[in-house]
Nanobody, 126 residues
Framework: QVQLVESGGGSVQPGGSLRLSCVAS?????????????MSWFRQAPGKDREFVGA????????YYADSMKERITITRDNIKDTMWLQMDNLKPEDTAVYYC??????????????WGQGTQVTVSS
């Protein structure tokens, strides 16, 4: 079973930056290692629906982002380290949420995930 562990969350003032990490360990029941998954980030604020943030394909060569964040975020990955990152800049209070990394069910989706981690809290407040 692949496990995803997010870290890097915390409290930051508006306009600040954070870099979230997602480390994968193990393999899925079908034996797929981290490198075989297209990965993504989504977030969920209290009382709100889950919101897609962005995605990166298995090789790291292609990404797509939510329109609301695409000017302020960058997703990268290192398949040697089984790690993915979410760099967020110019953070706003409305970015406050729990951020999850997740394996996509298929490339192009913004709503369907195979599995995800436990999340890391990001709080943007002055």
């Amino acid at each position: 079973q692949v496990q995803l562990v997010e870290s890097g969350g915390g409290s930051v003032q508006p306009g600040g930056s954070l870099r979230l990490s997602c480390v994968a360990s193990g393999r899925a029941s079908g034996g797929r290692p981290f490198i075989r998954y297209d990965m993504s980030w989504f977030r969920q604020a209290p009382g709100k629906d889950r919101e897609f943030v962005g995605a990166i394909n298995w090789s790291g060569g292609s990404t797509y982002y939510a329109d609301s964040m695409k000017e302020r975020i960058t997703i990268t990955r290192d398949n040697i380290k089984d790690t993915m990152w979410l760099q967020m800049d110019n953070l706003k209070p409305e970015d406050t949420a729990v951020y999850y990394c997740a394996a996509l069910k298929w490339w192009g989706t913004t709503q369907e995930y195979d599995f995800w981690g436990q999340g890391t809290q990001v709080t943007v407040s002055s």
